[in-house]
Structures are given as C-alpha cells and as structure tokens.
C-alpha cells in the first residue's frame, strides 16, 4: 500500500509560479511511475506529467509543456511539479498518482494509488 500526500496549492496570479510537492510512503514506491493529473470544475480528469523511477522518462501534456518540470528525488521519496508562467486554465485540483508499471502513463486509470488533491487557483 502507497500513501501519497500533495502539498503547495493556493491562490496566485497569471504568471506566476508554484511547486507542488508529493510526499510517498509505503514499500516499493521509489520504483513507480508518479503522474500528475488536475481535475477543473466540470471537466473530466487530465494527464499532465509523468515521470519514471529514475527520472530517465518525463512526459508532459501539450497544455503545460515548456512551463510546469515534473522531477522526483527518490531519496526523500516525493515527486515535484514544478508550475511556471501559470494560466487562469491551469486552475484545477491537482492530483498526485503512483503506478506500479514501468513506462509512464497518461490513463488516470492506469494509475494503482491517488491522492487527496490540492486546489490551485489562477488569477487573471
């Protein structure tokens, strides 16, 4: 079992920047693919990076290329989404998500464990 923790939502401006941490716990999680997913308010739930398990394969949706760098530091056992030149559209719940196979997925039901979200919330 992997429990995930998200921190490092809140409120900002259009253009500005955040970083989103994902703690993990639990054996074995070091060796997952992690992804960030966001949920906005009435749309259906969107891939927005990945990573694998050294940090050898990143993958990004077209909507946040060149501006959000998903990286993990498996020592500390957390994964980072780090958000640059944010958008109003960016504003979403943001989830953290570990997969137990080895290349990274954009199906948020490929994903084995999730969790509870942190809101962000862009400004224009």
């Known amino acids: 079992q992997v429990q995930l923790v998200e921190s490092g939502g809140g409120l900002v401006q259009a253009g500005d920047s955040l970083r989103l941490s994902c703690a993990a716990s639990?054996?074995?999680?070091?060796?997952?693919?992690m992804g960030w997913f966001r949920q906005a308010p009435g749309k259906e739930r969107e891939f927005v990076a990945g990573?694998?398990?050294?940090?050898?394969?990143?993958l990004y949706s077209d909507s946040v290329k060149g501006r959000f760098t998903i990286s993990r530091d498996n020592a500390k056992n957390s994964v980072y989404l780090q958000m640059n030149s944010l958008k109003p559209e960016d504003t979403a719940v943001y989830y953290c998500a570990a997969d137990r196979d080895f290349s990274v997925n954009v199906k948020g039901d490929g994903y084995d464990y999730w969790g509870q979200g942190t809101q962000v919330t862009v400004s224009s």
């Open positions: 639990g054996r074995g999680s070091t060796s997952y693919v």
């Open positions: 990573i694998n398990w050294n940090a050898g394969r990143t």
